[in-house]
Nanobody, 117 residues
Framework: QVQLVESGGTLVQPGGSLKLSCAAS?????????WQWYRQAPGKERELVAG????????MYADSVKGRFTISRDNAKNTVSLQMNSLKPEDTAVYYC?????????WGQGTQVTVSS
């Protein structure tokens, strides 16, 4: 059973930084896997925040996080990370990682990020 486990979510003050990690078990990173971070705030739809391709050269970011968030992957360690800087209260949400293999995909269980003073 493939498992994706996110970690790193916590309460942080506005302007602070956090690094989220997503560890994959029973799953081997391949160059065909596209990794994405999504988030879902209360009462809102889940939205795509950032993505990275198999080789790590191509990344994408939602306009709301450009210049503040950085996605990265470590194929050797089977992890994908999201470095979040200059956090704002509107970044408060449950953050999910997703592994997209094209024909199938897997989600993690989510980690809560709360930005508040």
């Amino acid at each position: 059973q493939v498992q994706l486990v996110e970690s790193g979510g916590t309460l942080v003050q506005p302007g602070g930084s956090l690094k989220l990690s997503c560890a994959a078990s029973k799953f081997t990173f391949t160059m065909n896997t596209i990794w994405q971070w999504y988030r879902q705030a209360p009462g809102k739809e889940r939205e795509l925040v950032a993505g990275i391709n198999g080789y790590g050269q191509n990344t994408m970011y939602a306009d709301s996080v450009k210049g503040r968030f950085t996605i990265s992957r470590d194929n050797a360690k089977n992890t994908v990370s999201l470095q979040m800087n200059s956090l704002k209260p509107e970044d408060t949400a449950v953050y999910y990682c997703k592994a997209d293999l094209g024909a199938t995909y897997y989600w993690g269980q989510g980690t809560q990020v709360t930005v508040s003073s």
